[in-house]
């Protein structure tokens, strides 16, 4: 498992097409060892994931408070929105909620459409007589509310137009991976057919769910593309990947408040050493982190003050120009977030990769596609591939050597042992998720098919990232204890393909097998029906 398999060229639309086909010869698979049964599911496996970005949405309360209130009109204020719910019932428990000034304690319920309450049979169900609110993103009658198996009603909410920020950007930058799913008690009824696969096929198999993933990954920089500019694109990029659950669109919104090439205009009044805290004071003050020295503490040390100081005169000739930008306060900035990973910090290393990203002569992204570009990665043994990894992630760490954040968390906290602000699996992190996909993007629109042919051997050469609680309920489900095939999950490419089998099959319902989209393609196989 070494040698890389090549990756003929394809786009978006036929790394999606590759992966249907072999999904469709998995389920022909499952139905020929009879591993069927009479689901009547016939969801295709690509569209499932919507429900779980509103469960995402109500989970972290990526809404407008002023905009909440229930189909009747009632004002609905979220005291507390639950626990999401990893078994059976509704999706999130004991939430407290004052609907009309009055307090309900109980369940909430998350649909895509209102009629999904009785399609679901939770009219039915005495499991949903707690539930309290029934929360939709679009109404398909004007009922304001649905009964429930003991007579009651739940009070119907719909969010629509309460989203903050809108759905697309929520789609855009939010990682579902983050957030809970639920823990089947055995293996996925898929197990069996996949530990019987050979090596050749198994492989295939993967590296099209990989490959259609990174596809993905390439299609949604490519539209953003078609309305920004390169390096804005990649700024925003860099940016969303320092978020956590539901920040990630609290810094994409910063990349946009605070674009690029407003702040590379400004940039050019500023001495070249002012450059990387010009950048963090932008940053800083458009997203309402950076305290004034009137609200700094009394007891806050000299060199506090001293910094303070120093970012306040950066940005009083940018105050005028953001001041209608600026985003507004919120604690989603720290949701879920240690001390070492606070925005603070998270910004003071983007301000530091911004002034290597906007160096004279070609910064930061023309340095790593040059090198690319050079690299003779199609010869290289593992320890040269381990060598060039070093010298690509060598450019995007920072060390943060002098950084005020590199010994603080926040403004006047405690001082800190030296940390790096971006170390090397974040660095890593970056330069898979972001710039190998939008050096593909970049070599697509100027035809560099040499570039791209490296870029997707680098995808498959590169080292697997550190496992997230997603990777490793996919490997337990998939193939038990032991991988398959030994290394095969070295490589991230691999533990992609977990993620996009997770996203497709397995993320409406990852409780049970009950909406499994390999079973239920298996069931309209055996009665005879069509993929």
């Known amino acids: ?80 929105p639950g626990r999401w719910n990893t078994g059976p019932g509704p999706d999130f428990l004991d939430a407290r909620i004052r609907i009309a000034g009055e307090l309900r304690e109980g369940d909430v319920e998350i649909h895509i459409q209102s009629g999904d309450w009785r399609r679901h049979g939770h009219h039915q169900d005495f499991e949903y007589n707690r539930v309290v609110l029934h929360v939709i993103l679009e109404p398909q009658d004007d009922r304001p509310y649905e009964e429930k198996q003991n007579g009651e009603r739940a009070e119907r909410c719909v969010i629509a137009d309460a989203l903050e920020p809108d759905l697309e950007t929520i789609r855009q930058t939010v990682n579902l991976s983050e957030y809970p799913y639920g823990r089947p008690a055995d293996l996925g009824l898929c197990h069996e ?49 320092q978020g956590y659950k539901s920040s990630k669109t609290l810094y994409f919104l910063l990349a946009k408040r605070a674009p690029l090439q407003a702040l590379t205009d400004h940039a050019g009044d500023c001495a070249a050493g002012d450059r ?64 070492a990973g606070f925005p603070t910090r998270r ?91 939008l050096i593909i993007m970049q070599a697509r629109e100027t035809k560099n098919s040499a570039l791209e042919a490296k870029a997707w051997i680098a995808i498959q050469t590169f080292p697997a990232l550190e496992k997230n609680s997603i990777i490793k309920f996919m490997e337990r489900r998939l193939f038990g204890e032991g991988a398959p095939i030994a290394g095969l999950f070295k490589r991230e490419i691999f533990q992609q393909s977990l993620f996009k089998v997770f996203s497709d099959c397995c993320a409406q319902n990852e409780r049970t097998c009950d909406d499994c989209t390999f079973l239920s393609l298996a069931d309209r196989l055996a009665k005879g029906g069509t993929a």
Request: charged residues 20%; glycine residues 6%; contains cysteine.
């Open 1 to 80: 498992m070494n040698t890389p398999v090549t990756m003929p060229p394809q786009d978006a639309q036929q790394a999606e097409a590759a992966w249907q086909r072999l999904h469709r010869s998995f389920a022909l698979a499952m139905h020929q060892a009879g591993r069927v049964r009479d689901s009547g599911v016939e969801t295709p496996c690509h569209a499932r994931l919507d429900e779980r970005i509103l469960q995402a949405v109500w989970c972290d309360q990526m809404l407008r408070p002023e905009a909440l209130q229930t189909a009747s009109g009632k004002a609905v204020e979220v005291i507390e």
């Open 347 to 437: 910004l003071a290393a983007v301000a530091e990769l911004l002034a290597r990203l906007t160096a004279p002569g070609g910064g930061l992204f023309t340095q790593i596609a040059r090198q690319l570009q050079d690299a003779g990665i199609t010869t290289m043994n593992a320890k040269e591939l381990r060598q060039f990894w070093k010298s690509l992630r060598e450019l995007i760490i920072v060390d943060g050597s002098g950084n005020y954040f590199s010994t603080h968390f926040t403004f006047g906290g405690k001082k800190q042992s030296p940390q790096a602000l971006l170390g090397e699996p974040a660095a890593d992190s970056l330069l898979f998720n972001v710039f190998l996909p």
């Open 276 to 339: 990387v805290d010009f950048f963090l004071s932008a940053l800083l003050h458009v997203a309402q982190l950076a305290p004034s020295q009137l609200e700094l503490p009394p007891t806050s040390d000299e060199e506090t003050r001293s910094f303070v100081e120093r970012l306040e005169r950066l940005w009083r000739p940018l105050k005028p120009y953001f001041s209608d930008r600026l985003i507004a306060p919120t604690k989603r900035w720290y949701l879920g977030m240690r001390p």
């Open 193 to 241: 057919q996949f530990i019987r696969l050979p090596e050749g096929q198994l492989s295939e198999f993967l590296l099209a769910a990989g490959r259609s993933r990174m596809e993905a990954k390439i299609a949604r920089f490519t539209a953003q593309r078609a309305t920004e500019s390169l390096l804005q694109v990649v700024y925003q990029a860099l940016l969303t990947g």
